[in-house]
């Protein structure tokens, strides 16, 4: 599939989009008879001024976040309720690989805020990982990086998690022990103040 083809496929896409009745083709529809400007073009500009505002607006973090959570927040909630289960396969996919992606994010984030247009990147690879192609990013990045690395430790993490809930339930009666050691000295000590009034 070249990248013709791929464009050609996008452009249908959006073509469906802006003909089926829904909110936002209402909203364009009505915008389309204000201004006389048509729907595609109005949505080929809002999507252009976003790309330029993650290169160059204030607050670019947020938008890319919002649109690497919003639409696929929308469509895991579509999954869980459809009863098909391969699209909560390819949605549960995707949340694994935007958590690593945030994790390994978080600790370089210092570094990679310095890279110009990072943001405009970061929603490209957003954007890949949730496309809705069989090549997508979450699905490749799963295979290759996330599954091998996830099946070599499984056991290790398996026996970490097991262990977990004894050093949990441990460190649970350990700071109530230190808690009721707490209030008896509060209870002596308040006491002790209100003898000596």
Not at 12 to 33: A, H, I, S, W, Y
Not at 101 to 118: A, H, V
Not at 124 to 144: E, R
Request: proline letters at 3%.
């Amino acid at each position: 599939m070249g990248l013709r083809d791929v464009l050609s496929s996008i452009r249908d896409r959006v073509d469906t989009f802006l003909n089926e009745k829904n909110m936002v083709t209402d909203f364009l529809g009505k915008l389309e008879e204000k201004t006389g400007i048509k729907k595609k073009i109005i949505v080929v500009g809002a999507v252009s001024l976003t790309g330029l505002y993650l290169v160059y607006g204030y607050g670019a973090a947020l938008i890319c976040n919002l649109i690497g959570f919003v639409y696929p927040a929308y469509y895991s909630v579509k999954a869980i309720e459809s009863p098909s289960k391969e699209d909560d396969t390819k949605w549960l996919t995707y949340w694994v690989v935007y958590g690593v992606f945030s994790l390994g994010e978080f600790f370089s984030d210092i570094f990679l805020y310095w890279f110009p247009f990072y943001y405009a990147f970061k929603c490209l690879f957003l954007l890949w990982c949730m496309a809705p192609v069989s090549w997508n990013g979450s699905q490749f990045i799963y295979d290759k990086v996330v599954r091998p690395i996830f099946l070599r430790h499984e056991a290790m993490v398996d026996n970490m998690v097991s262990n977990l809930g004894v050093y949990f339930q441990s460190f649970c009666h350990l700071f109530l022990t230190f808690l009721m050691l707490f209030l008896f000295f509060l209870l002596l000590f308040s006491e002790k103040n209100f003898i000596d009034i």
